[in-house]
């Protein structure tokens, strides 16, 4: 259907690296794709040590607002008499659980603040390094693929890497702080039975996580090639607008476009 078609492709492909890219991409874990983003979000060293920064003071603030409480409610046993009932209690208690509380939702906020810009740039990066990339692959590939599907592919890659930063900045690790300051505060202040429970449920709620996500994967994956196909059939299509006219072919175009839509 495309008119490029016609032409002879030269005898040079895109070769062994782009025929390969396919099964190395497949087998490469989760912790080498975050390999291969620090580079990129080194380059914001200083942002990137600013964010965490300001993570640890947010998750030591939230964790220290119910151990605050309990010391402002234990205060409120002090005798009427006593000076410290008019000046601890709501003096200095309630303005440090409120500024605990400030603290929380200040250094949350500040560390998105700081760490936009190496998100952005990052992707912005890695999206210029995938565009000058097909630049420089052979007429043969760009005959052979779909433009519809490569920039789907395009489009998803980069809201995949935010995706991912966002969600190790911002959930991962966060949590993991949060925990383990739990952790130790319940070895501290109860027995460390406690903790271990508390740990060994963890293990089993992350174990079973990434089971199901593991599973769920080749789903998603499918269902990514089902969108890629999709889309292709309709850009390719509506780039291809007078050979479509040309034929009379609106309707079996349109057949095809249904026909992913359904498998999607």
Known sequence: MRRAETLSPPPAAAGPAASAAGPAAAARSDWATLARLLPYLWVYKFRVIA????????????????????????????PLGDPRAALVVPAGLLLAYGALRLSTSLFTELRELVF???????SRSISLQVFQHLHALSLRFHLERQTGGMTRDIERGTRGVQSLISYS??????????VSLVLGLLA???????????L????????????V???RTTFRKTMNELDSSSHSKAIDSLLNYETVKYFNNEAFEAKRYDESLDRL
């Not at 936009?116 to 990052?122: L, P, S, V």
């Not at 900045?169 to 949590?175: D, F, G, N, Q, R």
């Not at 501290?188 to 508390?198: E, G, H, N, P």
């Not at 060994?200 to 089971?211: G, K, P, W």
Request: aromatic content about 10%; overall charge negative; proline content about 3%.
């Open 200 to 211: 060994a449920a963890l293990v089993v709620y992350i174990s079973f996580t990434v089971l």
């Open 51 to 78: 964010a965490l920064a300001c993570l640890i003071v947010a998750k030591v603030a939230n964790v220290g607002v119910p151990l605050l409480l309990k010391q402002l409610v234990d205060a409120l046993s002090i």
């Open 116 to 122: 936009a810009k190496a998100t952005e740039g990052a």
């Open 188 to 198: 501290v202040k109860f027995d460390a039975m406690f903790a271990w429970i508390t």
């Open 213 to 215: 996500t593991e599973w």
């Open 169 to 178: 900045l911002y959930s991962i690790l966060p949590t993991l702080v949060e």
